[in-house]
């Protein structure tokens, strides 16, 4: 009986050990047609891994959220740092600077007003509007993975697509940097303004300058490598030893992965330089023009491709709105971040080129990884509300996936028209 009841245990783990790995196949797949089906029609491919999530706990109960839940923190952070990682890589660096001012005001006026938007709209509702200042942070970033519905067509300028990628990345940045010091001075007890502005230029400034040095570094030895597959893998591991010391000594972990990927990508910026400081041709051909980044970004989309398709199968494997008022919250929030986005873009773009495209950058609004990865930070910390937030935010990044497409293509197609 003894060998009986060992072999039924065994079995029942490595019949659970199938099913995980059978699901983890499945979500893959989903997860590349779901890009497929996006590159084709322009419809959000979070909205299918979500629902796919939806299937697979709340309606088939196939699997358990808690199996997960463990992994949510690790997950989120891996997803931040490969997300910024991979925008720093991507880009010109001489037209980034060119647009950087307009991209940086309109990520300050809309992490502003959505601030305003979360403290008004949770303190009308009877929450403390400290805690609706932090949902606010919460839900700030826009994705710039819907990009790919406005490069498809025709009728945009180049100039509001690189806007809306840079817009977006600043977006992130402040959004993790400020989510990240308000918590952390909230649970100390110290949440005045002041010191939560000192905290993030330091975590800002540590975090810039390593990411700048070991990139520097890392690229001269790089120029060295002939063997790109090890390259790729390394390069990984390094940049999670650069999140690692940053966090470390107070720094900023997601933007030296940001700045990280940056010099990774000008190579071509930072010989030019050097050619400027008279150094020798030979030791900048050695040493800097020689390395290209553009088989590392292949590699890094790649692993970017499965986080995403994780992290939102996660949305929807913890998607359970047990108050119905939660989803009407979340409607509603979603349309008020949508007009605090149309005024940022708005005052950003005023006698600049831009400002005939401010509604088409305005409509995209949609919402993404970072606002389910700071649910489950905001759950971490344990501070009240931390349900409600996490499936109110689940709902806005539906909503405004949903509103995202549908204005891009009514706006382009006005622009269209116009021309």
């Given at each position: 009986?003894?060998?009986?009841?060992?072999?039924?245990?065994?079995y029942t783990l490595s019949n659970g050990i199938a099913v995980g790995l059978l699901l983890v196949g499945l979500f893959?797949?989903?997860?590349?047609?779901?890009?497929?089906?996006?590159?084709?029609?322009?419809?959000?491919?979070?909205?299918?891994?979500?629902f796919l999530g939806f299937l697979v706990s709340p309606i088939f109960n196939v699997a358990k959220p808690e199996v997960?839940?463990?992994?949510?923190?690790?997950?989120?952070?891996?997803?931040?740092?490969?997300?910024?990682?991979?925008?720093?890589?991507?880009?010109?660096?001489?037209?980034?600077?060119?647009?950087?001012?307009?991209?940086?005001?309109?990520?300050?006026?809309?992490?502003?007003?959505?601030?305003?938007?979360?403290?008004?709209?949770?303190?009308?509702?009877?929450?403390?509007?400290?805690?609706?200042?932090?949902?606010?942070?919460?839900?700030?970033?826009?994705?710039?993975?819907?990009?790919?519905?406005?490069?498809?067509?025709?009728?945009?300028?180049?100039?509001?697509?690189?806007?809306?990628?840079?817009?977006?990345?600043?977006?992130?940045?402040?959004?993790?940097?400020?989510?990240?010091?308000?918590?952390?001075?909230?649970?100390?007890?110290?949440?005045?303004?002041?010191?939560?502005?000192?905290?993030?230029?330091?975590?800002?400034?540590?975090?810039?300058?390593?990411?700048?040095?070991?990139?520097?570094?890392?690229?001269?030895?790089?120029?060295?490598?002939?063997?790109?597959?090890?390259?790729?893998?390394?390069?990984?591991?390094?940049?999670?030893?650069?999140?690692?010391?940053?966090?470390?000594?107070?720094?900023?972990?997601?933007?030296?992965?940001?700045?990280?990927?940056?010099?990774?990508?000008?190579?071509?910026?930072?010989?030019?330089?050097?050619?400027?400081?008279?150094?020798?041709?030979?030791?900048?051909?050695?040493?800097?023009?020689?390395?290209?980044?553009?088989?590392?970004?292949?590699?890094?989309?790649?692993?970017?491709?499965?986080?995403?398709?994780?992290?939102?199968?996660?949305?929807?494997?913890?998607?359970?709105?047990?108050?119905?008022?939660?989803?009407?919250?979340?409607?509603?929030?979603?349309?008020?971040?949508?007009?605090?986005?149309?005024?940022?873009?708005?005052?950003?773009?005023?006698?600049?080129?831009?400002?005939?495209?401010?509604?088409?950058?305005?409509?995209?609004?949609?919402?993404?990884?970072?606002?389910?990865?700071?649910?489950?930070?905001?759950?971490?910390?344990?501070?009240?509300?931390?349900?409600?937030?996490?499936?109110?935010?689940?709902?806005?990044?539906?909503?405004?996936?949903?509103?995202?497409?549908?204005?891009?293509?009514?706006?382009?197609?006005?622009?269209?028209?116009?021309?």
């Amino acid at each position: 009986m003894e060998h009986l009841s060992r072999f039924r245990k065994e079995y029942t783990l490595s019949n659970g050990i199938a099913v995980g790995l059978l699901l983890v196949g499945l979500f893959i797949v989903a997860g590349f047609l779901s890009n497929y089906q996006f590159m084709r029609t322009g419809f959000p491919s979070i909205l299918f891994l979500i629902f796919l999530g939806f299937l697979v706990s709340p309606i088939f109960n196939v699997a358990k959220p808690e199996v997960v839940t463990g992994l949510a923190p690790y997950l989120a952070d891996v997803a931040t740092i490969l997300i910024l990682f991979e925008a720093g890589l991507t880009g010109n660096i001489q037209r980034r600077f060119r647009e950087m001012p307009r991209a940086l005001l309109a990520s300050i006026w809309h992490l502003v007003l959505c601030i305003v938007v979360g403290a008004l709209f949770m303190g009308g509702i009877g929450i403390d509007p400290l805690y609706g200042i932090m949902f606010g942070i919460m839900v700030s970033s826009n994705s710039a993975a819907v990009l790919a519905i406005i490069q498809r067509s025709n009728k945009v300028r180049e100039e509001a697509v690189l806007a809306i990628r840079l817009e977006s990345t600043f977006n992130n940045i402040f959004q993790i940097a400020t989510f990240l010091a308000l918590a952390k001075a909230i649970s100390i007890g110290n949440w005045a303004p002041f010191a939560v502005l000192q905290s993030m230029l330091i975590r800002f400034g540590l975090g810039g300058v390593i990411g700048f040095i070991v990139g520097v570094c890392w690229l001269i030895i790089l120029s060295r490598i002939r063997d790109e597959a090890s390259v790729s893998i390394v390069t990984l591991a390094i940049l999670f030893i650069i999140y690692y010391i940053s966090e470390s000594v107070g720094g900023d972990g997601a933007f030296a992965s940001l700045l990280f990927g940056i010099v990774l990508a000008s190579q071509k910026e930072i010989g030019s330089f050097l050619r400027r400081r008279n150094v020798n041709d030979d030791v900048i051909n050695e040493y800097v023009v020689r390395f290209k980044p553009e088989f590392l970004v292949k590699f890094e989309s790649e692993i970017c491709f499965l986080v995403r398709t994780f992290f939102f199968v996660y949305i929807g494997l913890f998607l359970n709105v047990t108050d119905p008022m939660w989803m009407v919250y979340g409607v509603l929030i979603s349309l008020l971040l949508f007009s605090a986005r149309i005024i940022a873009i708005r005052l950003a773009t005023i006698r600049s080129p831009l400002q005939q495209e401010h509604y088409l950058i305005s409509s995209v609004l949609a919402r993404g990884i970072n606002e389910a990865a700071l649910t489950v930070v905001f759950l971490n910390y344990g501070f009240p509300y931390g349900l409600m937030f996490q499936n109110i935010a689940f709902i806005v990044i539906i909503i405004t996936n949903i509103l995202t497409p549908i204005g891009v293509y009514l706006f382009t197609n006005k622009r269209g028209k116009k021309q």
